[in-house]
């Protein structure tokens, strides 16, 4: 594998309660992203990073922060998690030049239930 | 707003069959498109096309850009049981904070012996 870690794998918790998923990298990779994958949705970006305490927006990301104090570690929170975020997290990572196979690689992904 | 569509959703062949994946896209400031395989884990990656016409193959799976009409097609001939997976279809971005990819919901693809 690439080298990614997510903690924990699975998680289950109830509504209201916060969440904090992990990613952790040893390609010192500068961009790392996190997506939820839930069906008739695909992939969705919900925040990303392009440096250390660089980060940005996605296209789902109300209702999750994200902080990266070390170029290894991404971190994802659900401040008062939903039942609508229960899904599969994945984080991803890239060099960012998209060249030859310099390519967006996935962690295993983490499955989060919010009853 | 970027758009990715991808056809079939979903797709039920038999062994020896030949696939033909279909991925439409809008995207602004687009570079490239990428093709994921999808078992039932993370997607790990198949293709990136850059070229329009240019065709990429890996053994039995090929696929080809066409940057005029905005669409990728991704075969897969002889197919086999292993081959059975969702395909991502994700088109690539310039943005001024990097790349921005943005996925298409998947083909489901089961082959079956």
């Known amino acids: 594998d690439a080298g990614i870690t997510q903690s924990p794998r699975h998680k289950v918790t109830e509504t209201g309660t916060p969440v904090t998923l992990r990613c952790h990298q040893t390609e010192n990779h500068r961009y790392m992203y996190w997506y939820r994958q839930d069906p008739g949705h695909g992939l969705r970006l919900i925040h990303y990073s392009y440096g250390v305490k660089d980060t940005d927006k996605g296209e789902v990301s109300d209702g999750y922060s994200v902080s990266r104090s070390k170029t290894e570690d991404f971190l994802l929170t659900l401040e008062s998690a939903t039942s609508s975020q229960t899904s599969v997290y994945f984080c991803?990572?890239?060099?960012?030049?998209?060249?030859?196979?310099?390519?967006?690689?996935f962690g295993a992904g983490s499955r989060l239930t919010v009853l | 707003e970027d758009k990715v569509v991808q056809s079939p959703l979903s797709l039920v062949v038999h062994e020896g069959d030949t696939v033909t994946l279909n991925c439409s896209y809008e995207?602004?400031?687009?570079?490239?498109l990428l093709w994921y395989k999808q078992e039932k884990k993370a997607p790990t990656f198949l293709f990136m096309l850059?070229?329009?016409?240019i065709e990429k193959k890996s053994g039995r799976l090929s696929s080809i850009l066409d940057k005029k009409e905005l669409f990728s097609i991704l075969n897969i001939t002889a197919t086999q049981t292993g081959d059975s997976a969702v395909y991502l279809c994700a088109p690539l971005a310039r943005e001024t904070s990097g790349s921005r990819l943005t996925f298409g919901e998947g083909t489901q693809l089961t082959v079956n012996p």
């Open positions: 850059t070229s329009s016409g």
């Open positions: 995207v602004t400031n687009f570079r490239s």
């Open positions: 991803a990572i890239t060099a960012g030049t998209y060249s030859g196979a310099n390519v967006l690689t």
